[in-house]
């Protein structure tokens, strides 16, 4: 357990509906991010904040997801209008002091199947 | 495009074996390299973090490498156990960048 968490583990959804997924960062950490990851590939870079700023967003970030860090604590990723392309692992990591050299702690991830 | 490629993309040895896993990468400017353990349905877990100026770092049975003139790191699994099956994941940051590039991972499985 690295002290990040994600709720919920898995989700189960139907084509076109909205789901939303949530992240709770180590409490000392400011920087928290969202990464995708599909079946044998590695992470693929979301978003990431800074406290409860969001500084930057992927291209892969299209107008369907939107993320909040609203008090700079626990963060949202929600998703509207799934597509079966969006099934994948959504993982959320936090690190500490802000430095590029700091370690990223993974959550768990929560597990999308869209049908 | 900063890329990180990865090989073998899959392996398999005994226990007890030793393997060593390759990274190269065309991240540019360098600002450091670590190597992630991910278990099957869970998130990387951080094994080594190596800057410019370090060459090598060990973590317990994992040895990292790292040479940032040809850009390429390597990491070596000594006695292999049968918890050391899992995708390794080698981890690139830009100088100035927060959002590292990650490779696709090699897929290590230890048999009995």
């Known amino acids: 357990d690295t002290g990040v968490s994600q709720d919920p583990r898995h989700k189960i959804t139907k084509r076109g509906q909205n789901v939303t997924f949530r992240c709770d960062p180590i409490?000392?950490?400011?920087?928290l991010y969202w990464y995708r990851q599909t079946l044998g590939q590695g992470p693929e870079f979301l978003t990431y904040f800074q406290n409860e700023a969001q500084l930057e967003k992927s291209r892969l970030l299209s107008d369907r997801f939107s993320a909040e860090r609203p008090k700079g604590s626990f963060s949202t990723l929600e998703i509207q209008r799934t597509e079966q392309g969006d099934s994948a692992m959504y993982l959320c990591?936090?690190?500490?002091?802000?430095?590029?050299?700091?370690?990223?702690?993974f959550g768990p991830g929560t597990r999308l199947t869209v049908l | 495009k900063n890329q990180v490629e990865q090989s073998p993309q899959s392996l398999i040895i005994l226990e007890g074996k030793n393997c060593t896993l390759q990274c190269n990468y065309t991240v540019s400017p360098f600002s450091n390299l670590r190597w992630y353990k991910q278990d099957t349905g869970r998130g990387p877990v951080s094994l080594t973090i190596?800057?410019?100026?370090?060459n090598t770092k060990s973590n317990g049975r994992y040895t990292a490498t790292l040479d940032a003139d040809t850009k390429q790191s390597s990491l070596h699994i000594t006695a292999s156990q049968l918890s050391d099956s899992a995708s390794y994941i080698c981890v690139v940051s830009e100088g100035g960048s927060y959002i590292p590039t990650f490779g696709r991972g090699t897929s290590l499985i230890v048999h009995p």
């Open positions: 190596m800057t410019f100026s370090e």
């Open positions: 409490s000392e950490h400011n920087r």
């Open positions: 990591a936090s690190s500490g002091q802000g430095q590029s050299t700091d370690t990223q702690y």
